[in-house]
Structures are given as C-alpha cells and as structure tokens.
C-alpha cells in the first residue's frame, strides 16, 4: 500500500478495491496497522484543529487603515469647500447689489477695483443688524460643520467601541 | 450552514459594500478574519507578520472588489490575496523566528486529561507545521482548516488539481515525518 493511497483510503478517497486490500491488511499485518494507525491519528488532530485569532484591534486598525479611502466617498468631505463657495458667491452678490455712491471712486490701475463699491460696503456692514445677520449665518455654518467632521464621527466611534 | 448561504450572504455584503455601506466591509471582514489571519499565521509562523499579511488581503480586497467576479466564491478569491500577501511579506521581511513557549507552560491548573492531550497534539503539530516550507503549510491548511476541495486549493494557489492532490500528499508526509521527529527529540529529553 503507497503512502498517497493510505491517504486516498483517509480523505475517503480510495478505490473499492484499495479498501478491499487496506481491510485485509489491517487484519493480518501488524506494522501496517501501527503505520495507518499513525496516519490516522495525524488525519484527525488536523481535522481538529482551530483556528487562531488576531490580536483584538485587527478589525479597528484595518479600518483606520481604510478610512481615507472610505472617506472619499461621503460628500461630508466636500463640506468646507462648499462653505467656501457659497461664502464667495454670497460677496460677490451683495457688491453687485450694493447702491452705487454719488461719490467719485479714487482713479487706480484696476478697473475692477474701480466699479467696487467699497463706500456701500463699510456703509452696509454699519448696519448692526445686517452685521450681525452675517456674522450669525457664519457661526451657524460653523458648528455644522463642527458637527459633521468633529462631534459626529467621535460619538459614532465611541458607539462602536462600546459595542 | 451549507456553502450556498454563505456565498448568499457574502454576495448580499458585497452588493452592500460597493453601494458605499461601510459596515457591510466591517461585517464580511468579522466573518473571514479568523481564516485569514489562520492562513498568513501558518505561512509566516509570526502573528505580527501575520496581522499585517492578512490586513493587507482586507484592504486589496475592499480595492478590488469591484473587479470581482461575482459568480466565483468570495473565500476563493480573498485566501488567494491572503497567499499572496503573505509570501510578499515573507519576501519582504526577513522571517522571524517566534520563541517557542515550553510545552509545560500550555499545562493550566484546571486542565482535565482530555483537555490536556488535545492541546498538546495542537502543540506538537504547530511546531511540525513550523518545519515545512510555506508552500507545504499553504496545501495543509488550505485542506483541513475550511475544507476546500482541491479544486478550490488549486484556484487559490493557481495550480492544476492533480498537481494540489500530489503536493498535498508530500507536505502531509513531511508533516507526519517532522513530528515523528519531534516526538523522538521529546522522548529522548525526558530521558
């Protein structure tokens, strides 16, 4: 009997007529019984044996270590940028609005500069309760944001860590 | 549970995974981590080696996954990139050698008889294990721990299934050879 069928017969892969022989042998021959019995016994202890497991942080560091590139994904992100964006076309609508000054713009090298309306802009930030409106909507836009990249993702940390 | 619901479910989470559901990726990685880490542990004889083997799987797969063939069997594809990723960190590395903790220190107060001839089995086949070639430890595991069929073995290593079935049985034989070895080595210290 070779080795690879010895193995075939432990699998449960073995022909009809190598078990036949294997049966056969087990009963007349006593080295051949303690060689499969060897065998066997080897068979069944890896059968049985378990897995190990990684340390207790494999799945938070693998998640770390994947979170730029889930982050990537959420339109969170884009947050500031937005804020940006529409801070910027909220300037440039309230200087197009702004009433035109019956005073003479100073002559300077950027026409641009010239069609400001810089007078109607310190004239509209005097007014206390367009300043603070301005300044509330900012704050406002602030702890949004706060709360969406800081508070949000420690709470839902610490919720996932406590199970 | 039968083969067919765990692809199920590993299906459901991959849809999951690539609608942008990040506790989906969280979930499948709970259900494979252990085999995983199994696998690159066995390759590497080193848990750190071995944590960082299987980490690196996870994250190839979570890149991939949108690549992934759909039809074919999740766990064939990922322990093929854990195989992988575990002999791109044996090259990378040089191979560690772990202390071996004495067999005396497995033995705890409260172990019966059974207890305690079963973890010295898993003792002495570890250290067998420890003795053979990554490719011979790769065939062994690969067989016994999740019981793929040696056609899954050779979809994962990349190899015909006769080839799986002869390698099998020559890394099963040296593994029967190292602890006989071993076993020999025990007596004679006792002595």
């Known amino acids: ?163 | 549970m039968d083969q067919i619901a765990i692809i199920d479910i590993d299906a459901e989470r991959i849809e999951r995974i690539l609608k942008g559901d990040a506790t989906a990726f969280r979930e499948l990685v709970n259900r494979h981590k252990d085999y995983a880490f199994t696998l690159a542990y066995r390759i590497l004889n080193s848990r750190e080696d071995a944590e960082e083997a299987a980490q690196d799987a996870f994250v190839r797969a979570y890149n991939g996954l949108s690549a992934f063939n759909r039809d074919a069997k999740f766990t064939t594809w990922l322990y093929r990139i854990v195989v992988n990723c575990a002999l791109t960190v044996q090259q990378r590395r040089k191979m560690r050698t772990e202390d071996v903790d004495n067999v005396r220190t497995l033995r705890g107060a409260n172990d019966t008889t059974d207890n305690l001839k079963h973890k010295e089995q898993k003792y002495y086949i570890q250290k067998a294990l420890k003795l053979l070639s990554p490719d011979d430890v790769t065939m062994i595991t690969l067989f016994y721990l999740k019981e793929n069929s040696l056609e899954e073995i050779g979809d994962i290593v990349g190899i015909e299934t006769n080839t799986v079935k002869v390698k099998l049985h020559r890394a099963r034989k040296r593994l029967a050879d190292a602890m006989q070895t071993l076993l020999k080595g025990e007596a004679k210290s006792l002595l």
């Open chain 1, 1 to 163: 009997m070779t080795e690879e069928q010895i193995w075939d017969i432990l699998d449960g892969n073995a022909l009809p007529e190598v078990q036949k022989e294997h049966a056969q042998l087990l009963k007349t021959d006593a080295e051949y019984r303690a060689h499969f019995d060897s065998y066997a016994t080897l068979h069944d202890q890896l059968c049985h044996l378990d897995l190990d497991a990684p340390s207790m942080r494999f799945e938070q560091n693998l998640m770390e270590r994947l979170k730029p590139e889930v982050k990537t994904k959420h339109s969170t992100d884009r947050l500031p940028l937005f804020f940006l964006a529409a801070m910027s076309v909220l300037a440039a609508i309230v200087l197009a609005l702004m009433p035109k000054s019956s005073a003479p713009t100073p002559k300077t090298d950027f026409p641009l500069l010239e069609s400001l309306n810089t007078e109607g802009v310190t004239a509209w930030f005097s007014n206390p309760i367009l300043f603070y409106s301005f300044i509330l909507i900012n704050a406002l836009l602030f702890f949004v944001i706060l709360d969406k990249k800081v508070f949000k993702p420690f709470f839902e940390k610490k919720m996932r860590d406590n199970g």
